[in-house]
């Protein structure tokens, strides 16, 4: 089957140091600048496509496509995804079935 994949990435300002990020679930901070996801409560605005390495430097976040995502657990496909919770895997991918947490995106 032949699919004909469309992405849309917006560029932000990065409101933290996001090298260790890349490919990880982000949110706006209170700025509109982009900072790692901490909570599965998190209003995921998409995937970090690249690694900004200071505050206000480029943060390409991926808001609407496929894009790869570190995850912190296996899921089948299907699973709707949110962020980690847990402190050394914030922004992973987790699966979830829990009401309030917010989906960033679904496993293909």
């Not at 849309?8 to 700025?31: N, P």
């Not at 200071?54 to 296996?74: D, E």
């Not at 962020?83 to 699966?95: M, P, R, V, W």
Request: with cysteine; hydrophobic share 40%.
């Amino acid at each position: 089957m032949s699919q004909d994949i469309a992405v849309l990435d917006i560029t932000f300002k990065a409101g933290e140091v996001l090298t260790d990020y890349q490919y990880h679930f982000v949110k706006l901070d209170g700025d509109g600048k982009v900072v790692h996801c901490t909570a599965s409560t998190d209003v995921i605005i998409g995937i970090l496509m690249n690694a900004p390495d200071a505050v206000n430097k480029a943060a390409r976040g991926r808001v609407l496509g496929t894009g790869k995502l570190w995850m912190s657990g296996t899921c089948d496909e299907g699973a709707c995804i949110t962020s980690s919770a847990e402190a050394e895997k914030y922004g992973e991918g987790l699966a979830t079935t829990t009401v309030k947490h917010f989906v960033g995106g679904i496993a293909l």
